[in-house]
């Protein structure tokens, strides 16, 4: 997973500059959003297609999957979700792993699972400028997308495992403030949503026997010291929305614990799923199936139920695109 991810989540847990949200992922004021409508007039046509596709950004041609609902007539919005890899992980692992494509496209999501850069493949958490710049990435080719498919711009998510949450979890503060809900596994950071930014709703995975980002936080791997108890964190999101207390807890499987922090600013929620026992795995993977306990829950139809319930909010003003 890379020691660069363990400073990234060290330096965000003594971030100072979050603050209550003002609720789901604002559009930014001005926005001229062409697919922020239910339709598409004219239609946005597109054909369905397993082989990698590409997008050429500043001097790099970008690789990703795309996956179309099989509905998909170009006429209806559909939502659109990134789904990111771990740290040297590809697209095609990821998929597989998570299933992603194939239960987001039978509820009519668009997935998009793409690649890093590097060798091997990392995302670049901290926007250093001496790597690719991963986050304008991202924007960019979401708006491509929002111009070729007839997506529904208030439905835009993000998620990803290891390496990928981490980025998953800086990208949904990052202007221009796109993703209604995010999903983390197994690297659950803490926001770094601006205070006078609507802040998205969050659903977080962590096994409480991961090896690489220990639950109970410190130090990881001989590398970086300071990274955050995954339930401290829980309890900055709750501090940063403005949420209700206590959480409400739940068992929804054995060895699965649930906290959930609702009532939040702006009508966001942030519930954190405990794999009792889990390691450093997708919950439910098919690649890997586990023999029992928390870690055979299926983290995607549980990441996808919450998407299902979360739309981006017009309530406060931001950036253009």
């Not at 690789?63 to 979700?81: E, I, Q």
């Not at 990111?84 to 692992?93: D, M, R």
């Not at 439905?155 to 209604?180: D, K, V």
């Amino acid at each position: 997973m890379g020691t660069a991810l363990f400073a990234a989540l060290a330096v965000a847990a003594c971030s100072s500059g979050s603050g209550a949200g003002a609720g789901n992922a604002d559009r930014p004021d001005g926005a001229t959003d062409a697919s922020a409508t239910a339709d598409c007039d004219p239609p946005r046509p597109a054909v369905a297609t397993a082989a990698p596709q590409t997008f050429r950004f500043g001097d790099e041609e970008r690789a990703y999957l795309l996956a179309l609902p099989d509905d998909y007539d170009g006429t209806t919005a559909h939502p659109l979700v990134f789904n990111f890899h771990g740290f040297a992980g590809s697209k095609e692992g990821h998929d597989a792993n998570t299933a992603m494509a194939e239960k987001g496209t039978a509820r009519g999501y668009v997935v998009v699972t793409p690649d890093a850069l590097g060798e091997p493949r990392d995302w670049n958490y901290f926007g250093n400028p001496a790597r690719a710049d991963d986050f304008g990435f991202v924007n960019a080719l979401v708006a491509d997308l929002s111009e070729r498919l007839c997506i529904d711009a208030d439905r835009i998510y993000a998620a990803g495992h290891s390496a990928g949450s981490a980025f998953t979890g800086f990208l949904q503060c990052r202007a221009p403030y796109r993703f209604a809900a995010a999903a983390m596994v197994a690297a659950f950071i803490p926001t770094t949503c601006p205070a006078d930014r609507a802040s998205p709703s969050v659903i977080a995975f962590h096994g409480t026997a991961d090896p690489l980002v220990p639950y109970d936080g410190g130090s990881v791997g001989g590398g970086a010291t300071g990274i955050p108890p995954v339930l401290q964190t829980l309890q900055q999101y709750a501090d940063a929305y403005g949420c209700d207390r206590p959480a409400t807890e739940d068992e929804p499987a054995a060895g699965v614990e649930t906290d959930t922090f609702g009532g939040c600013a702006g009508g966001s929620e942030v519930v954190l799923y405990t794999i009792v026992g889990g390691g450093h795995d997708w919950p439910g993977n098919p690649v890997r199936p586990a023999t029992g306990g928390g870690q055979a829950y299926p983290a995607t139809d549980a990441i996808l139920d919450f998407f299902d319930a979360h739309h981006r909010t017009a309530d406060s003003g931001g950036d253009g695109t």
